[in-house]
């Protein structure tokens, strides 16, 4: 399985292609972040707060979001890699941020994150606050430096990513619907998931000097597929395997998928996500390799074992 990627030296009217595997796209979307990482350090930051800003982000999950940044800009065929790869470690850092506000006392109280101790258990609340914070803050700073001759992508870029974690359509809002009392299922899961996902697809193509409104579809049918899996993971999985708590939609009283629709609604409200995901797919040089690379990834939402007992 690979995605289409450009090469450094592109001919103007015929540019060399070669193929990428997911693992060479993992590879750079890490190294893309522990430079980021590293600068907070090298500037100056509090030891503590440094340390625990990189605890935050490695090791990491899939990185899902920010190497579909990459796969999209791609199979764009992008000119500019040093930009894509600003769009995805924002991306990234913003997930990983949210993460770190999601699991304190006042939210989910989690003990675990990705398989480990989460942040406000190994460091404290205030400086896991102040790590959201600052990782928050440093995705702006990546995206605002990454190309200074192409100021307008940049512009483009901070509107995009801004928009996806904003109080109004972003993971803000989606987080503060938890606290209400009445909440639309699919408004709350396009707030949550669907809006970074939608960033990662918009900022990939933008990143790679293409028109990004015509990708925000794809993304955001990924996220809803997305969270519809996370909502069925929540009501089936282990949080051992999961390496975070399970149940927790049920225990907090949030909306889900498998309550609202029950578990036969959910699993076909996932596969016609992913399915109409697919068919949105622009036209576009990698689009087929793209398509190859989308259901791939798809088909992990949902481990065997959790398939198994949610038949």
């Not at 930051?45 to 800003?53: D, G, I, R, S, V």
């Not at 999950?61 to 000119?79: F, H, K, M, N, T």
């Not at 924002?90 to 989690?110: G, K, N, Q, Y």
């Amino acid at each position: 399985m690979c995605l289409v990627y450009v090469t450094d030296e592109p001919d103007e009217q015929h540019p060399r292609l070669r193929e990428v595997t997911l693992r060479d796209t993992l590879d750079r979307v890490n190294e893309a972040l522990s430079r980021s990482i590293a600068g907070v350090k090298s500037a100056g930051c509090p030891p503590k707060l440094a340390e625990a800003m990189r605890y935050a982000v490695f090791p990491g999950g899939a990185r899902i979001r920010p190497r579909l940044c990459l796969s999209v800009a791609a199979a764009c065929q992008e000119d500019e890699p040093a930009t894509s790869n600003a769009a995805a470690v924002a991306i990234e850092l913003l997930h990983c941020a949210s993460l770190v506000h999601d699991d304190l006392p006042c939210f989910d109280d989690a003990e675990v994150r990705r398989g480990k101790t989460s942040v406000h258990k190994v460091y404290g609340e205030e400086i896991a606050v102040l790590a959201g914070d600052g990782l928050i803050v440093l995705a702006f700073e990546c995206l605002a430096t990454s190309n200074p001759g192409r100021a307008r992508r940049s512009v483009d870029l901070v509107e995009i990513v801004a928009r996806s974690v904003s109080a109004a359509r972003g993971i803000i809002g989606g987080q503060a619907w938890e606290s209400e009392t009445a909440i639309d299922l699919k408004r709350y899961h396009n707030a949550k998931t669907g809006s970074l996902f939608a960033a990662s697809t918009e900022a990939g193509a933008v990143a790679a000097g293409a028109d990004g409104a015509q990708w925000r579809a794809l993304g955001a049918r990924l996220g809803e597929a997305y969270q519809v899996a996370d909502d069925i993971r929540d009501a089936f999985g282990d949080s051992d395997k999961m390496g975070k708590p399970v149940g927790k939609d049920v225990a907090l009283g949030r909306p889900s998928a498998v309550a609202e629709l029950g578990i036969g609604g959910a699993k076909a409200r996932l596969k016609n996500q992913i399915r109409r995901a697919v068919e949105a797919i622009p036209e576009c040089p990698g689009a087929m390799a793209l398509r190859d690379t989308i259901l791939f990834e798809t088909n992990k939402f949902l481990p065997p074992e959790i398939l198994r007992q949610a038949a």
